[in-house]
């Protein structure tokens, strides 16, 4: 079983830039595609972004496309979450989610496992 562990995470004036990263244990990373979704406070978890098991084909979220970018090291076991030009709006722990697929999901629910979050607090 994989497991990740995500950090970089931490409070950020809005413009500013924070690199989320996400560590996974395994064998099979560098085979499954890769996600990164929020939830905010009273809000449900959300898409934020994905990205093939080659770092082909990253999706993004209409809300972050532009300021996010996915990329992932399989040598390294890591994808990350590079976020640019954060707003308040941003503000949400971060989850980062593997699926045993090649290819990445938007949904949720196709995502077999995940990793405890990140706190990430945009103030404006």
């Known amino acids: 079983q994989v497991q990740l562990v995500e950090s970089g995470g931490g409070l950020m004036q809005a413009g500013g830039s924070l690199r989320l990263s996400c560590a996974a244990s395994?064998?099979?990373?560098?085979?499954?595609?890769m996600g990164w979704f929020r939830q905010a406070p009273g809000k449900e978890r959300e898409f934020v972004a994905a990205i093939s098991w080659s770092g082909a084909r990253p999706y993004y979220a209409d809300s972050v496309k532009g300021r996010f970018a996915i990329f992932r090291d399989n040598g390294k076991n890591t994808v990350y979450l590079q976020m640019n030009s954060l707003k308040p709006e941003d503000t949400a722990v971060y989850y980062c989610?593997?699926?045993?697929?090649?290819?990445?999901?938007?949904?949720?629910?196709?995502?077999?496992?995940w990793g405890q979050g990140t706190q990430v607090t945009v103030s404006s």
């Open positions: 395994g064998r099979t990373f560098s085979s499954n595609a």
């Open positions: 989610a593997g699926r045993q697929a090649y290819y990445s999901s938007t949904t949720l629910e196709d995502y077999d496992y």
